[in-house]
């Protein structure tokens, strides 16, 4: 069961995914259930960043209406791997820093030449990680490991409190997609206690965590922008009766 407050919030986002469908050429479909859970893993890891390998369900495409619904002007169908299926399952491959975290351990390369293995030494088509207390942007890093992905990146931002060792770092460039309405404002890295108790809450997380801020992005090795799309058990994306009712 996906928590009220994180389908209100993909309700926003997949309503921003249609009005901003011309800056893309293609979109990933991904189930509220999966999601969910990589915001909790995201933050039980902390304070490493996680990543996260996702597989896609061969007999599960897109509804088609779906497809249309969200779909640009300038469309590549055949842009990578995967394309077209729906998201099934997450697993959680590596945690560690920045520059670590890309790396796959020994027991995800075993076998990498076999058949079901893809160009980035492991089975699966998309991977994500995750940002703890930063912006959903890529990095020089992020930028490389994509070049070895069949499917898409994904980056998963994740704003909260109590933050510990890892302060919010916004000081970084580039396009942001935030769940939240109003995201959180920007500030300064040295901020006073009360300014970081005056932040909107999202939601509770069960590590006890307050949400401040979820983004997310996804993109192809080309540098492309890939569109999220939240969908459910029936493969229909939240909030979807609201929003073909004002097309």
Do not use: C
Not at 211 to 231: E, R, T
Not at 242 to 247: D, G, H, L, N, S
Request: charged content about 20%; overall charge negative; proline content about 6%.
């Amino acid at each position: 069961m996906v928590e009220d407050w994180l389908v209100a919030l993909m309700k926003g986002y997949n309503r921003a995914s249609i009005e901003q469908r011309e800056g893309y050429m293609a979109q990933v479909h991904l189930p509220g259930e999966v999601f969910q859970s990589l915001v909790w893993w995201a933050l039980q890891a902390l304070p490493d960043e996680i990543l996260v390998g996702l597989d896609v369900d061969e007999h599960r495409q897109h509804r088609p209406e779906v497809e249309a619904a969200f779909s640009g002007t300038s469309v590549h169908d055949r842009l990578f791997q995967g394309q077209g299926h729906i998201i099934k399952e997450a697993h959680i491959v590596n945690r560690g820093d920045s520059y670590s975290v890309h790396h796959l351990p020994e027991e995800w390369t075993d076998g990498m030449f076999s058949a079901n293995r893809g160009s980035r030494a492991g089975r699966f088509t998309h991977w994500l990680h995750t940002h703890p207390n930063a912006p959903a942007i890529p990095s020089g890093p992020d930028a490389d490991a994509a070049q070895e992905t069949t499917g898409v990146d994904l980056i998963l931002g994740l704003r909260f409190s109590p933050e510990g060792p890892l302060p919010w770092f916004d000081d970084v460039e580039g396009t942001q997609r935030s769940l939240a309405t109003e995201p959180a404002p920007k500030v300064k890295r040295k901020r006073s206690f009360f300014a970081r108790h005056q932040l909107p809450v999202l939601g509770k997380a069960p590590t006890g965590h307050s949400i401040h801020d979820i983004q997310l992005i996804a993109f192809h090795k080309s540098g492309h922008g890939v569109n999220v799309v939240f969908v459910d058990d029936e493969a229909y994306p939240y909030g979807w009766d609201e929003i073909m009712a004002t097309r």
